[in-house]
């Protein structure tokens, strides 16, 4: 066997443990996501405490996809398809670490909410979302390791669905705090569980576009490939 060949499949087998420590990664941040919106339903405080806890997997899987792809880069030269990925996985992994971000603040938001000790009922909307942004962040991740441009699409298309939830969601508890001063200071918390949701769903879409990015060679952050996906501003959503 001559050096390029062993230098080959020792490429290949390091790509393929960058992509085993993405899907890890995102399965533990939805993984997060919905731990820290069950505590919210629920008013476990122990659930809550466990997300903030276990944000550190996460921060730790990002350093090692980094670690990865810049020896990946720095060694092996990639071209083509192969240097998409490996400079599409470091965005991702920010992107991921975000999610993880956003699921403590979800969980914050539960603690404060359980402390409050107010009567208020959780809007099924709140669960809705964190169901969908939690399949978009899924499908996209899947999209981007299996290079499925299409399937990149449709998860961007989606994120109107959870806006729209966020906006109908803000009209709800708006009406609530007009109701009922008691109500104010755990509507301003649900209203910022559901930003959070709402941005989980935009780092999926970016995920997504990655995917298209990879799979294509295209950039589809201008939504000029992306139809329909009216009002999108055209950048990398934070």
Do not use: W, Y
């Not at 230098?7 to 390091?14: I, L, Y």
């Not at 994120?159 to 939830?165: M, N, P, S």
């Not at 060679?217 to 990398?236: A, L, T, V, Y």
Request: glycine fraction near 4%.
């Amino acid at each position: 066997m001559t050096g390029v060949d062993v230098s080959e499949r020792h490429f290949h087998a390091q790509l393929a443990m960058l992509k085993q420590r993405l899907t890890e990664m995102s399965a533990r941040a939805e993984e997060l996501v919905d731990i820290a919106v069950d505590a919210l339903l629920t008013r476990d405080r122990e659930k809550a405490d466990a997300v903030i806890q276990g944000d550190r997997d996460v921060d730790h899987l990002e350093i090692e996809v980094e670690q990865l792809a810049i020896a990946l880069l720095a060694l092996q030269q990639p071209m083509g398809r192969d240097l998409r990925f490996i400079i599409s996985a470091i965005k991702i992994s920010s992107d991921l670490e975000r999610v993880g971000d956003h699921a403590v603040n979800i969980a914050q938001s539960a603690l404060r909410i359980t402390a409050e000790r107010v009567p208020l009922k959780i809007d099924p909307a709140i669960e809705d979302m964190a169901r969908r942004a939690r399949r978009m962040l899924s499908d996209a991740l899947d999209a981007f390791v299996r290079a499925d441009g299409a399937l990149g699409r449709e998860v961007c298309q989606r994120d109107d669905q959870v806006d729209a939830l966020h906006d109908s969601l803000f009209r709800i508890l708006l009406t609530h705090m007009m109701a009922d001063p008691k109500l104010i200071t755990p509507s301003l918390e649900l209203l910022l569980v559901s930003r959070n949701l709402e941005r989980v769903a935009d780092l999926a879409t970016n995920i997504g576009e990655d995917a298209v990015f990879l799979a294509e060679g295209k950039q589809i952050k201008h939504r000029s490939e992306m139809e329909p996906h009216p009002g999108h501003d055209g950048d990398r959503k934070t």
